[in-house]
């Protein structure tokens, strides 16, 4: 007698809790895309070494904020506030100077960040020849220049003037506009331009 396999199909139901609802992502807008910041200082020199890693969270989130604002389509020099809070958060609390560049397009929005000297507690050496070069290559057409002071005094030095003198003289050789020299501490940011240095 030959014996036929049967087949038993059952039904088993399982219920599962409702997953909780995910509140949407806010979407950015396509033109609000974060500004790329070079040679940010982040080793055991620079104040964020000391910095728990909240705190850094919070001053890299910071600076993402205020780095999309000055991305986008408004005039980023409508709004100098707005650079100074973004290079008080690089800038104002390193322990050695830094002389920095931020780089705009045609229309004065932000197109990247660079550190691009440093030096000791006093002073840095600033070559023309490299922002130039580094301006070139970001294809700016403007440029904000930066650098902090450590001793705590946002308060141009002659040396600062000379230097902002001989940057604009080299970038306007290959039509890059120098709009201010800002300068950082701890506490505060001092334009050059709003001062009439420039």
Not at 77 to 93: C, E, F, I, N, T
Not at 146 to 152: D, K, S, V
Not at 171 to 190: K, Q, W, Y
């Amino acid at each position: 007698m030959q014996t036929s396999p049967t087949t038993t199909t059952t039904t088993t139901t399982t219920t599962t809790a409702p997953r909780p609802r995910k509140a949407p992502a806010r979407r950015q807008p396509a033109s609000s895309k974060p500004l790329p910041a070079y040679n940010v200082a982040d080793g055991a020199c620079s104040f964020r070494h000391t910095l728990t890693v909240r705190e850094r969270t919070a001053l890299d989130r910071a600076l993402d904020i205020v780095g999309r604002r000055m991305s986008t389509d408004d005039v980023v020099y409508g709004s100098p506030a707005a650079v100074k809070h973004y290079l008080r958060l690089q800038l104002g609390s390193e322990p050695a100077e830094h002389f920095a560049v931020l780089f705009l397009d045609s229309q004065h929005r932000a197109i990247a960040f660079e550190r691009m000297f440093t030096g000791t507690l006093t002073q840095t050496n600033v070559y023309p020849r490299e922002v130039a070069r580094a301006a070139l290559h970001h294809h700016a057409a403007a440029v904000v220049l930066a650098h902090n002071h450590p001793g705590g005094s946002a308060q141009p030095s002659r040396a600062d003037e000379a230097l902002t003198q001989q940057l604009k003289a080299a970038l306007a050789l290959v039509d890059v506009r120098v709009l201010d020299h800002i300068i950082v501490s701890g506490t505060e940011a001092l334009s050059m331009a709003e001062k009439g240095l420039m």
